[in-house]
């Protein structure tokens, strides 16, 4: 299936609340910005309260014109250094996979999303047209997403379209006006679904800082590279 340009095109802060069946577990804040082109998505997760603490840095760097990732990476706790990149290289025709000191390269013979650039992808498809059909397909890494579209709801005293993406099973609530905003979030994790609920009165101090930098920055800054994180269960022993 072709893919769609994704809706931002200027620079957004947003921020969610993370629950664990009701408790908090935490915060997530978003920074989109333009840059050359593409568009670059930054995901910081703090975990906390009904999660194990943590932080996940998770970014991606999207092809405006298309909508599709072209680089995708994803750091854990303080470090900086990614643990998990992706890169699809259109030129050379490879989809490069990096984890820790392995290396592997695979043939890129359509266009993939990264779990950043899908949903921004779902963002965008919202925005399209008035009425979709009631299924659709997206190409990841790790294989072929289906995504179902379910009946409307509502989020915050707003109306929502909602999908469901199997394998997987999230749930994805976009907003069904302008500016279409990722409402609601779904993620299954070891510890059960942990719910992200976008903060609708104003972005966090975290979200907030990063926008107003990226307003003004069109630098190089490299992806900080990754997966819409579900939290993982820590070893304990």
Do not use: C
């Amino acid at each position: 299936m072709t893919s769609v340009a994704v809706t931002p095109v200027i620079p957004e802060a947003f921020a969610y609340t993370l629950t664990l069946g009701g408790r908090f577990a935490g915060t997530q804040d978003w920074v989109v910005r333009p840059d050359k082109g593409t568009l670059v998505v930054r995901v910081q997760s703090d975990f906390s309260g009904a999660l194990p603490a943590g932080r996940r840095v998770q970014e991606s760097r999207i092809e405006l014109e298309t909508g599709y990732s072209l680089a995708y990476a994803e750091a854990e706790g303080s470090s900086r250094k990614p643990h998990f990149e992706t890169i699809f290289d259109r030129n050379a025709g490879t989809v490069t996979l990096r984890q820790g000191k392995d290396e592997a390269s695979q043939p890129l013979l359509e266009g993939h999303h990264d779990p950043l650039s899908l949903l921004l992808w779902l963002r965008g498809q919202t925005g399209e047209t008035a009425s979709e059909p009631t299924a659709l397909s997206a190409r990841l890494v790790g294989g072929r997403v289906h995504v179902q579209l379910l009946p409307d709801s509502s989020v915050q005293g707003l109306e929502a379209r909602v999908y469901f993406l199997r394998p997987g099973g999230a749930y994805v609530y976009v907003e069904q006006e302008a500016p279409h905003r990722l409402l609601r979030l779904i993620q299954p994790s070891d510890f059960g679904p942990v719910e992200a609920l976008q903060t609708l009165e104003r972005p966090s101090s975290v979200a907030s800082r990063e926008a107003a930098r990226a307003g003004a920055v069109q630098g190089h800054a490299r992806p900080v590279r990754g997966q819409v994180g579900k939290p993982r269960r820590r070893n304990t022993r």
